[in-house]
Each structure stands twice: as structure tokens, then as C-alpha cells.
């Protein structure tokens, strides 16, 4: 190297060295949360829906109506959404939910018909559901109460299966679920493979097992549609761990915090939870618009009134069981004669 570039390099990093300083100043960060973080954390909404409120002018901070969600809040910061203060939020809860077939999966329906929330019992705090069934599908649906946690759930990386009971018409054989099992371009969208298993035939029938690892819409009815199988039945039994079970049709039950916390790696204050089912005896539903499905029709729960009617009309009293004194007998008739001694001719042959 010549002499002269030599000494340039030595004066550059002299320079360097002097001018530059060894740690460069930390950006001061603005303090807070995203407000449509906030939003969605305390359970309002999904973030993007938080978005489009807060587009819409529905969110007040301090007083001040806000069109941007570029805004940092913290926890001295009073929000209201339409005119109601968002409370402190809760803990990230979670339930399980077995949807029954009539309802779709949407806070509103423009058509009318009933929604899974108009199902949902009146004690349980504002949910959202994790991912959807549409309306002819029936089992297990998630519930949370936390934004964050529907969408980490939601992200096609978390690669949870999804496993479904599926009744076709036809008489499928290997063959003809092999395109599947490979994955299958339908009307130009690829579908992932499918775990798909034959379980047995029922005359003009047969139920599969499928299980797959994204939720596209109607992604099991259009495939099997691909390989000429019409599905008239579709109840999903698993999302990654967590069970169908015996939940009946419109229950739903929480689930234990603890299991939310060792599954979605969630620090929690409060491990409790009460994991308490409720019946479809204790479900309501809010009035539908005239002609639009109702409480008694094929595919959807009775109304509360309409079972307990039932229930009353039946006849009979409670039947005996551990723990519990057998059903008191009838008084006898103090007017009408007693009779004693009277043979009664036996059947049995001798």
C-alpha cells in the first residue's frame, strides 16, 4: 500500500474514533400500546375491526374523538367506544362451544337469521369466536374474550389440526381421496393435504375423518366436491388440543385457565376457572325478523319457554338414585274398603 493512503486510512479512523461515539443514542420510545391493541386486548374487538372503528370516529380518548390508530395509550388514558368507558381487561379466557347447524358465525346477519351469540348464555362476557362454521356445519367452535389470543390462534403458522367427521353421499374408495391427501387446485386456490380416512359405509353414505391445518372458507365441501363427493354432513370434533367431547349441541363450557396457559404459553395472574357447562335450557335467543329461522325448526335448539313446557307437561316424579329417598308412595284412600286375602291366579305352568 503507498505511503500516502496509508496515512488517509490512519486519519479516517482517527476521526472516526474521535467523532463517533461508542454507543449511539436510544430513540426515546413513545410509552403504551397501539389503542387498537388496547381495544382488542380488553376484548371489543379483533384489531382490524378496533381499525375500522376508529376510523368510523366510534373511539373517544380523554374526551377527544380520534380518526387515526396511530395512537399510544397507557393505563391512565380513559377510551370509551360509542359512548361507553373500556373497562381494565380481563384475564384471556377461553370456552368451548358446539354450534349447532341454522347459525352462522357473525356478530350481525344481514338476512336475519340467528347468530351464535344470540345463543350464548347472558353471564358470560363479550366474546369472539376463533375462527368460523359455516352456516350448515355444526361442533366445536372456540370462544375467547381476548383479541390477541383469536388472532394467534387464527395464524395459519401456528399449524394447529383441525379434525372433522365428514358424511358423504357415495361410495368413495382410496383412489378417490388420494387428490386430496396430495393437495388440490379448486376454482384456482391450492388447498394444503389432507388427512382423510374411510371409516365406514352406511348404505348411500359414508363418514370420513378429515383433518387439516388451514381454516379456508368452505374448504372441505368444495374439495370433496372436486372429487365428485356431495358432503351432507359436517361436524368438527378437534382444534389442535382441545376436544369436542360430549358437549352437547349449543353448550358451551370454559376452559380451565391453567389449559390456556400451558397450550398458548400465556402468563396468568389467575389460574382458576370454572369450567361449568351451560345447557341449552339456559340459552336465549333475541327476536329474528319475520320469516327468518326461529327457536324449533329442524337444526336449531327449542326456545327456553318451549322446553320448559314440555318438561312441566311430562308426568311421573323423579326416579330414585344414590344418595337420594325413594319417591314417597300415594296415601292410601281412608274411605275406600280395604281388601285382604285376595288370591290372584298365578301364570306359571306347574
Do not use: C
Amino acid at each position: 500500500m503507498p505511503p500516502f493512503r496509508k496515512r488517509l486510512k490512519q486519519d479516517m479512523r482517527w476521526n472516526m474514533s474521535e467523532n463517533t461515539p461508542k454507543q449511539p443514542p436510544q430513540s426515546s420510545s413513545v410509552p403504551g400500546d397501539r389503542i387498537a391493541k388496547v381495544l382488542s386486548r380488553a376484548g371489543i374487538a379483533s384489531r382490524r375491526e378496533a381499525e375500522r372503528m376508529i376510523e368510523a370516529g366510534r373511539v373517544r380518548v380523554n374526551g377527544t374523538q380520534i380518526d387515526s390508530p396511530a395512537l399510544n395509550v397507557t393505563a391512565r388514558d380513559e377510551i370509551s367506544v360509542d359512548g361507553v368507558l373500556v373497562g381494565d381487561p380481563e384475564p384471556p379466557r377461553m370456552w368451548l362451544y358446539h354450534k349447532p347447524t341454522g347459525v352462522v358465525t357473525t356478530n350481525r346477519d344481514e338476512k336475519g337469521r340467528g347468530t351464535i351469540f344470540d345463543d350464548l348464555p347472558d353471564d358470560m362476557p363479550r366474546v369472539m369466536s376463533i375462527g368460523r362454521l359455516d352456516l350448515n356445519s355444526e361442533g366445536l367452535l372456540l370462544l375467547t374474550n381476548d383479541g390477541e389470543v383469536k388472532r394467534k390462534l387464527e395464524l395459519p403458522s401456528n399449524g394447529w389440526l383441525r379434525r372433522y367427521r365428514v358424511r358423504v353421499n357415495g361410495r368413495p374408495s382410496e383412489d378417490t381421496v388420494e387428490p386430496l391427501r396430495k393437495g388440490i387446485t379448486v376454482d384456482g386456490e391450492q388447498f394444503q393435504p389432507m388427512t382423510v380416512t374411510i371409516d365406514r359405509q352406511h348404505g348411500a353414505n359414508a363418514w370420513l375423518t378429515v383433518g387439516l391445518r388451514e381454516g379456508k372458507n368452505r374448504e372441505i365441501r368444495r374439495a370433496m366436491e372436486a372429487v365428485h363427493l356431495s358432503v351432507n354432513r359436517l361436524i368438527r370434533t378437534s382444534y389442535g388440543p382441545f376436544q369436542l367431547g360430549e358437549l352437547k349441541s349449543g353448550e358451551v363450557e370454559e376452559i380451565k385457565r391453567k389449559v390456556v396457559r400451558d397450550q398458548l404459553g400465556i402468563e396468568l395472574a389467575d389460574n382458576s376457572g370454572t369450567a361449568v357447562k351451560k345447557k341449552p335450557s339456559q340459552l336465549k335467543r333475541t327476536p329474528r325478523k319475520p320469516g327468518a329461522p326461529g327457536p324449533g325448526r329442524p337444526g336449531l335448539p327449542k326456545a327456553p319457554t318451549e322446553k320448559l313446557a314440555t318438561a312441566n307437561s311430562a308426568s311421573g316424579k323423579p326416579k330414585p338414585g344414590y344418595g337420594k329417598s325413594k319417591p314417597s308412595r300415594p296415601a292410601h284412600d281412608a274411605t275406600a274398603p280395604r281388601k285382604f286375602g285376595v288370591r290372584v291366579k298365578s301364570t306359571r305352568k306347574p
